[in-house]
């Protein structure tokens, strides 16, 4: 088959027979039009469901609570229409948009990392909208309170909005401030000691105790900036939590922070190395902007309290009356001449909308990603279990190889690696999938290591 890969392959040699069990190719055009149909047809939150539900499952099965870590992924992408968020510099006449996804991602105990949800936002979004969109479900809700025992963010979800949201939510995060400190500027007892004998400071996180939910109990650690540096260096850094933490991970809450580059930083980029990023549905739809939603979203709130103000006016005298309406009138009028305003805002820009067929690809993605997390889980070899799903790619997936079709087994047969080195990690892939006992239309698939040297057969595909 042709080096680019299983499905690529099958396309250019012509054995895609052996998959679909036609006598010739789909035609592109077909597939993208059966996927946006598939979309239209609820398919996406079909995918979407079974990603959650390999995570889910899996960390039932570890029999302890996991760690969740959310994070914002642009795509950027190019267009000839007026979009939001652009142009950005010299782009040949293009213009350079840009759509967000809200990842987020499970850190089994004791297992792998693996996807739990991809939410489409418009440009420039906040980290709170994928937040907002990971709870907007009551099932998926109620499981993460039940069954995460630490929701990490980065620093751009560390405002007062985002936090305040949160705490409503009695969602136990992890976030770092953008302030920094010196433990040194710190007295009293330290709750722990870090590294290096350094003291650990925590306080109650004042500014987010206001209006917070009764029960809640937001704090703010002062952790040292470089513990392995020792007193030389009192530079701190003030981490935000919506809930007490263990002295276990006071004691390494840098590491416990840390631990959402190689749980969610790094998996997107191995997803990226795959073609996570592709861009495969363009169409943009017109629309308003972010900062046009937002301002609507203000003036909504502020024509919420208007109005509760208005249901609790009640004069006593008809002066009073006089005196205290006016106001009230003058601020109903002020809001209603600024809601036409933003409504006759011109929607001459679009923005890239989830209407196609883009993220449900992207959710069999994460699904194929859980999947193959899952199985390499199941080596005795650590570099194995390691593995990134480009790793995997060049190691197998991406192998020209020979199919036979025999009675009923399908066996591949695989070009090998020439390093002894990675043979031995060739081979431990080829032992985990077919230990899967995997079938294609009915038939079992065995994959087998060929020997260069021996004479092969010609490929025979059944029509």
């Not at 620093?155 to 705490?167: D, E």
Request: proline fraction near 7%; glycine fraction near 6%; charged fraction near 25%.
């Amino acid at each position: 088959m042709h080096p680019g890969g299983w499905v690529a392959g099958a396309r250019h040699a012509g054995a895609e027979p052996i998959w679909t069990g036609r006598s010739r190719p789909y035609d592109e055009s077909t597939l993208r039009k059966e996927a946006r149909r598939l979309a239209q047809q609820g398919a996406t939150a079909r995918i979407a469901r079974a990603v959650e539900a390999t995570a889910e499952k899996a960390v039932e099965q570890s029999g302890a609570k996991a760690i969740a870590y959310t994070d914002m992924f642009d795509q950027v992408y190019w267009t000839k229409e007026p979009a939001h968020a652009a142009p950005i510099g010299n782009r040949g006449n293009r213009l350079l948009g840009a759509t967000y996804f809200g990842l987020t991602f499970l850190r089994v105990n004791q297992g792998p990392v693996l996807a739990y949800h991809a939410s489409w936002h418009k440009p420039a979004s906040p980290l709170q909208d994928g937040l907002e969109a990971l709870h907007a479900d009551p099932r998926r809700a109620a499981w993460l309170s039940a069954k995460v025992r630490l929701h990490i963010w980065d620093r751009g979800g560390s405002g007062r909005p985002t936090l305040r949201w949160a705490l409503r939510r009695r969602i136990p995060y992890l976030t770092v401030s953008k302030k920094s400190t010196h433990w040194t500027r710190f007295r009293g007892a330290p709750q722990v000691h870090a590294r290096s004998n350094l003291p650990v400071f925590v306080r109650r996180d004042v500014d987010m105790a206001k209006g917070a939910p009764e029960g809640s109990r937001p704090e703010q650690v002062i952790y040292p900036a470089r513990p392995q540096k020792g007193r030389g260096s009192s530079r701190a850094l003030r981490y935000r939590t919506g809930a007490p933490l263990p002295k276990t991970d006071l004691r390494r809450l840098d590491r416990v922070y840390k631990s959402r580059w190689p749980s969610n930083e790094n998996p997107i980029k191995a997803l990226v190395a795959v073609g996570f990023d592709r861009n495969l549905d363009r169409g943009l739809t017109p629309t308003t902007s972010r900062g046009t939603d937002g301002r609507m979203a203000r003036l909504q709130a502020k024509e919420q309290v208007l109005q509760e103000k208005i249901a609790a006016f009640q004069p006593k005298t008809l002066k009073q009356a006089i005196r205290e309406a006016r106001p009230l009138l003058r601020q109903k009028a002020a809001y209603a001449k600024e809601r036409a305003e933003i409504e006759a805002i011109p929607k001459d820009k679009g923005a890239r909308m989830p209407t196609g067929a883009e993220l449900l690809c992207k959710n069999l993605m994460l699904l194929m990603y859980n999947m193959l997390a899952l199985l390499l889980m199941r080596s005795p070899l650590a570099e194995v279990r390691a593995m990134t799903p480009w790793r995997v790619q060049q190691l197998l997936f991406a192998r020209s190889c020979l199919a036979c079709l025999s009675g009923q087994n399908t066996v591949l047969w695989i070009d090998p690696v020439s390093a002894p080195s990675e043979r031995v990690l060739q081979d431990e892939l080829v032992r985990l999938l077919n230990e899967r006992s995997m079938t294609l239309r009915g038939q079992r698939l065995h994959l087998r290591i060929r020997d260069p040297s021996a004479k092969t057969q010609p490929l025979r595909v059944s029509g």
